[in-house]
């Protein structure tokens, strides 16, 4: 068990992570939604 | 750098108006506008060929001519030669031995800095270069041939740099342990290892030509020059040139093993960094479970703390390379391995910024020492003034703890935005369609942000 003195030190570490994950999360969606986009044309182009 | 531990201890505490983590809310934000700011405005490729301009003939035969490179080259060796006297013959006290400011304080952070603005300015002081040259030149003159060389293995590029680089961190951070406790290097140590540098360096020389040496294997070359090629002048036939800023850095990585370099750079300030503050309690750990298993301390803690040195090359490495096959997603992409070497240069100002970020303060408090009390005194033995300084001390009252909180979070921010702009412009050589190349930069966009929001959460643990 974690001692509750150490919780704000993590919690402190997620601070600092969290824009990181929030530009790999907006880029894994925008590469998704590309991807839909593209194989959606994909089958009225030929 | 870790023989000067009071230099942090003496600043007075950080008042900030908010807390630290939302600097690094701040800094991403100022990064993702940055790059939608490039990905508008900036269209076709602006440092890649990028114009020069050739200064006069008079000063280019006044910089770099034979007297200049005499003279440069006769400087250089003095000081290297002074400097591991008094690492062998002075004090041991670290602080008042000028040995250790002057090679791991002035040299190994003065010149990056200087050369990232004013171009690779440590080349004509290299001693090892300047005797290595004078070497050949004898022996020209007497044998009436140019020395023969060995041909440099193409595969093995700049990897002895690399790994060079990081033994030369590890001797100043990692080596300095006695009976299990970080003490720091010792200027006998310190005047030993640039001896024992020296000889490798000139066999090396020897073996492979001076040149060929200094532009692949020699650390402080490759390292300092590395920096140099983000500054504005440079020489090419003998002239003298001035060029657009961070342009010549495009074509620094086309060499096997510098993205090694410019990673292990990186990797080792962050250790430096992390190992007094965010590392501290898993370094402890390790430590601790080693001499549990009846390991020698001093083993011990070396052991840990290359471990946990590995580790963040290791893991520095892992984000570049998780941002390299990002891109490697983007339609029309060139290989990974053309992608892994054609975007090493962009790191070369966060490279830069982390060292600024991390060594700033220290840099300013012990030149003080260094322009004042070691010049004066530079064995530390008590019995010499020659300039009469010897009794001055260093004014740590000259940086608050907030003015070098906000020079640390300026030089992250500035570095990770140039970052940007030299990977925004390689990618418009590889995506000439510059939708294509601003879909490519979303990975390298999220490359920068990890690596300012690290920076910053070491820079905050240790300041904290």
Redesign the interface.
């Known amino acids: 068990m974690l001692p509750l003195a150490h919780a704000g030190h993590y919690a402190?570490?997620i601070?600092?992570?969290?824009?990181?994950l929030?530009?790999?999360g907006a880029?894994v969606r925008?590469?998704l939604a590309?991807r839909r986009d593209h194989e959606s044309e994909e089958p009225g182009a030929g | 750098m870790s023989f000067l531990p009071l230099a942090h201890a003496l600043v007075s505490r950080q008042d900030l108006p908010v807390p630290a983590w939302l600097f690094a809310w701040g800094a991403s934000i100022v990064l993702i506008v940055s790059f939608f700011a490039l990905a508008a405005g900036w269209r076709t490729p602006r440092f890649e060929q990028a114009p020069t301009r050739s200064l006069g003939a008079g000063l280019s035969r006044a910089l770099l001519g034979l007297p200049a490179q005499i003279v440069c080259g006769a400087i250089g060796v003095f000081l290297l030669g002074f400097a591991i006297y008094a690492g062998l013959e002075g004090t041991e006290a670290p602080d008042r031995n000028f040995a250790l400011t002057f090679l791991f304080v002035t040299c190994w952070l003065g010149f990056p800095v200087f050369s990232a603005i004013f171009g690779d300015i440590f080349r004509p002081f290299n001693p090892w270069r300047a005797v290595g040259r004078a070497v050949g030149a004898g022996f020209e003159a007497i044998a009436g041939q140019r020395p023969a060389h060995l041909a440099y293995p193409e595969r093995l590029g700049r990897w002895p740099a690399a790994v060079g680089l990081l033994a030369v961190v590890w001797l100043e951070v990692v080596y300095g342990a006695s009976g299990g406790v970080a003490v720091g290097l010792d200027p006998h140590a310190a005047g030993v290892a640039a001896l024992v540098y020296s000889a490798y360096t000139l066999a090396m020389m020897a073996v492979f030509g001076v040149e060929e040496w200094c532009e692949r294997g020699e650390v402080f070359s490759v390292y300092f020059g590395m920096f140099g090629r983000l500054g504005i002048f440079g020489s090419r036939d003998g002239r003298l040139e001035r060029r657009r800023p961070f342009a010549a850095a495009t074509t620094w990585a086309t060499i096997p093993g510098s993205a090694a370099v410019v990673i292990a750079s990186i990797a080792s300030t962050s250790y430096d960094g992390a190992s007094e503050g965010a590392f501290k309690d898993g370094i402890e750990g390790v430590f601790e479970w080693l001499a549990d298993t009846g390991m020698n301390l001093t083993t011990a803690l070396r052991l840990t703390d290359t471990i946990f040195m590995a580790l963040c090359f290791a893991g520095v490495g892992l984000v570049y390379l998780l941002g390299v096959r990002g891109m490697r997603t983007v339609p029309g992409a060139p290989s990974l391995a053309k992608l892994r070497v054609g975007f090493a240069h962009s790191l070369i100002p966060i490279a830069l910024a982390y060292l600024v970020a991390h060594y700033f303060s220290l840099f300013v408090f012990q030149e003080q020492a260094q322009f004042g009390y070691l010049l004066s005194d530079p064995l530390g033995t008590g019995t010499t003034d020659l300039f009469g300084t010897a009794a001055s001390g260093i004014d740590f009252r000259v940086l608050s703890a907030n003015a070098i909180w906000y020079v640390q979070v300026g030089a992250l921010v500035t570095g990770h935005v140039i970052g940007l702009m030299l990977a925004h412009d390689r990618a418009l050589v590889y995506w000439p369609e510059y939708r294509r190349a601003t879909a490519s930069q979303y990975w390298m966009l999220a490359v920068m942000v990890a690596f300012t929001c690290f920076g910053l959460y070491l820079l905050s643990v240790s300041n904290g």
């Open positions: 402190l570490w601070l600092y992570v969290l824009p990181v929030i530009v790999v880029i925008s590469a590309q």
